[in-house]
């Protein structure tokens, strides 16, 4: 039997702006995890998650007709990571076989409720690592993020892929995605081997020494949010204010340029300054599209943080789920803590994750 995992993620700076290509984020993969195992099968096979089973499929209609968005539910990620990557090894004349493949997730609350953790990505990763294993295909960690990224692409087009590349990495990383409509170019004409051979254009992960005295504090408002519909809803109002919405997108490349500064020069109170302008930066794009991203439960989070000496925003796509704050090693947090638990905020006891590298990009 194989066993393997992959950790959830938090985005720290640079959301919306990186799903444009060459515009970076700082992303933190966390101590919960996805798990899969898989075992040999005979005849037929199986795909089991209770976690999953019972999550509601989202609708809506174009024309008239009933649409599915199944960019929410983890197991059509498990579906396509499976195609991928055993299309990947019948190119290679590996003989497919049965499996049981089952899914267990820490990246969920204990009554099913989201917290933003990435669990599509995490899934998607977690996956293609136990097929990689089990099929004995010797992919490098790079090749796994590029399989997994396909996965996700066929199943969500609006997303970074950050998620990815965080949990196929771990620890603190700065992140900018490839050129996505380059890629769909590419796989029309070319096989997934061909395809993981390639430079993609655009494409840059590299991981940040953390800070002695930094500290990262997570705190959930209870609320999930859903990152893809969130996105369409940025996507289609920038449209009518494209002027407003690139200089955002240069804004906030500014910033979590200086941020990744702040990490390789050991300062905490730089990455904190460009936490506040993140935050701002945010605002902005809320007030440019109309879209809510700081809700008033992240918004007392961060307020709450700020009476603490922490810097603080919310984290990814917003409209609920996770806030973070960056703190001095040196504070505090337990007044913190108390005044989030007040405000019927719940602090989550998560730790970044850390695993050992395999390719240097």
Avoid at 132 to 153: G, V
Avoid at 183 to 192: A, H, P, V
């Amino acid at each position: 039997m194989v066993e393997v995992s992959a950790p959830g993620k938090l985005y720290i700076a640079g959301e919306y702006a990186v799903v444009e290509t060459g515009h970076p984020a700082i992303i933190v993969a966390v101590d919960q995890f996805v798990t899969v195992t898989v075992e040999a099968a005979r005849k037929v096979g199986s795909i089991q998650s209770a976690q999953y089973s019972e999550m509601p499929v989202r609708w809506t209609r174009r024309k008239g007709e009933l649409v599915l968005d199944i960019r929410e539910n983890p197991f059509h990620y498990i579906l396509a990571a499976i195609r991928l990557t055993e299309k990947y090894a019948q190119e290679k004349n590996i003989l497919l076989s049965f499996y049981d493949l089952k899914v267990t997730s820490e990246l969920d609350s204990s009554n099913g409720r989201k917290y933003g953790l990435g669990s599509s990505g995490a899934v998607a990763v977690a996956t293609v690592r136990a097929l990689n294993q089990f099929y004995a295909l010797n992919l490098s960690q790079f090749e796994i993020f590029k399989i997994a990224a396909l996965a996700n692409l066929a199943v969500q087009d609006n997303g970074s892929c950050g998620d990815i590349a965080a949990s196929c990495y771990g620890g603190w990383i700065a992140f900018s995605t490839f050129d996505h409509q380059w890629l769909k170019e590419q796989e029309s004409s070319k096989t997934i081997s061909e395809l993981l051979a390639l430079d993609w254009p655009g494409l840059s992960i590299e991981s940040l020494h953390t800070p002695e005295d930094l500290r990262l504090l997570i705190g959930w408002t209870g609320s999930p949010a859903s990152t893809s519909d969130l996105v369409d809803q940025v996507h289609r109002s920038r449209e009518d204010k494209m002027a407003a919405y690139q200089q955002f997108l240069e804004d906030s490349t500014l910033c979590v340029n200086t941020m990744i500064q702040g990490f390789k020069e050991n300062d905490v109170a730089l990455i904190q300054e460009m936490i506040r302008k993140n935050r701002e930066l945010l605002r902005d794009l809320s007030a440019i599209t109309g879209v809510l991203i700081e809700t008033p439960a992240l918004n007392k989070l961060c307020c709450l943080a700020e009476q603490f000496e922490g810097a603080a925003k919310s984290s990814g796509a917003g409209g609920g789920d996770c806030g973070i704050v960056i703190v001095d090693q040196k504070s505090g947090i337990l007044p913190l803590m108390s005044a989030w638990e007040e405000a019927e905020i719940t602090p989550l006891p998560l730790h970044v994750y850390h695993q050992q590298k395999e390719d240097k990009l």
